[in-house]
Structure formats: C-alpha cells, structure tokens
Nanobody, 119 residues
Framework: QVQLVESGGGLVQAGDSLRLSCAAS????????MGWFRQAPGKEREFVAS????????YYADFVKGRFTISRDNAKNTGKLQMNSLKPEDTAVYYC????????????WGQGTQVTVSS
C-alpha cells in the first residue's frame, strides 16, 4: 500500500516556476513507477510525466518537454515536478500517482494540488 500527498501548488504568473512535491509512505514506493497527471476544469485528466523506480528513465507529454522536469529520491520517499516557463494553459489540479512496474494502471493517487497560472 502506498499513500501519496502532493504539495507546492499555488498561483503564479505566466513565465514563473513552481516545484511540486509528492510525499509517499509505504515501504514499496521505491519499486514503483511514479507519475504526474493533471486535470483542468472541464477536461479529462492527462498524463504529464513519469519516472522509473530507479530514477533512470523519464517520460514527458509533448506539451511539457523542455519546461518540466520530474525527479525522485527513493531514500526520502519523495518525488518532484519542477515546472518552468509556466503558461496559463498549465492551470490544473496536479496529481501524483504510483504504479507497479508490472502493471499499466496507476493504482495509487494523491489528493491533488492546484496550480493556477495567470496571464
């Protein structure tokens, strides 16, 4: 069992940066893929980025490549999403999630943190 808690969201202006954190509890977190997703009002939840359990191997949605960086520290059971050059269209609730490497389904989800980017 893995519990996830996000933090670091807020209101920023276009061009600013934010760093989201994901605190995980559960002894097997280091074995799991970790991902970030987001959901804007009236839209479906979408994939943002993910990282392998080893930290080697990262994947990004095209719309964040070059602007966002995902990382993790298994020793501290934390994950990060560094978001630079934020745009108004990045406004959404951001969720941290974890999945078993043998599954395609993200089974564990945090409660989400709001990111609002003003123009």
């Amino acid at each position: 069992q893995v519990q996830l808690v996000e933090s670091g969201g807020g209101l920023v202006q276009a061009g600013d940066s934010l760093r989201l954190s994901c605190a995980a509890s559960g002894r097997f977190f280091s074995n799991y893929f970790m991902g970030w997703f987001r959901q804007a009002p009236g839209k479906e939840r979408e994939f943002v980025a993910s990282i392998r359990w080893s930290g080697i191997g990262t994947y990004y949605a095209d719309f964040v490549k070059g602007r966002f960086t995902i990382s993790r520290d298994n020793a501290k059971n934390t994950g990060k999403l560094q978001m630079n050059s934020l745009k108004p269209e990045d406004t959404a609730v951001y969720y941290c999630a974890a999945r078993d490497p043998n599954s395609n389904e993200y089974k564990y989800w945090g409660q989400g943190t709001q990111v609002t980017v003003s123009s």
